[in-house]
């Protein structure tokens, strides 16, 4: 079994910094690409950033220049520091990673439970 457990979520005043993370555990072989996704009430999940085994990032355009993604490989953690945060932040933000296991040895995508960020005054 693989778990991911986010934490970090909260309340932030706009302008304001929050600092997600996420830890895999379980069965695991290896992990490739991890990431962060969000959805806001009545929108779809989107992109937010992903990052690759080797430290390569990737961000969707609203978030690059305010978001930083950074991951521990030997940790199997994944980091999201969001600066500059905007109302229209607000959102559940999941984890999610690539992860082969021992007893499956093919990539599988898993999601954490969520954590919730709300931007507001």
């Known amino acids: 079994q693989v778990q991911l457990v986010e934490s970090g979520g909260g309340l932030v005043q706009p302008g304001g910094s929050l600092r997600l993370s996420c830890a895999a555990s379980g069965n695991i072989l290896s992990i490739n690409v991890m990431g962060w996704y969000r959805q806001a009430p009545g929108k779809q999940r989107e992109l937010v950033a992903t990052i690759t085994s080797g430290g390569v990032p990737n961000y969707a355009d609203s978030m690059e220049g305010r978001f930083t993604i950074s991951r521990d490989n030997a940790k199997s953690t994944v980091a999201l520091q969001m600066n500059s945060l905007k109302p229209e932040d607000t959102a559940v933000y999941y984890c999610?990673?690539?992860?082969?296991?021992?007893?499956?040895?093919?990539?599988?995508?898993?999601w954490g439970q969520g954590t919730q960020v709300t931007v507001s005054s």
């Open positions: 999610n990673a690539e992860i082969a296991t021992f007893t499956r040895r093919y990539y599988a995508k898993y």
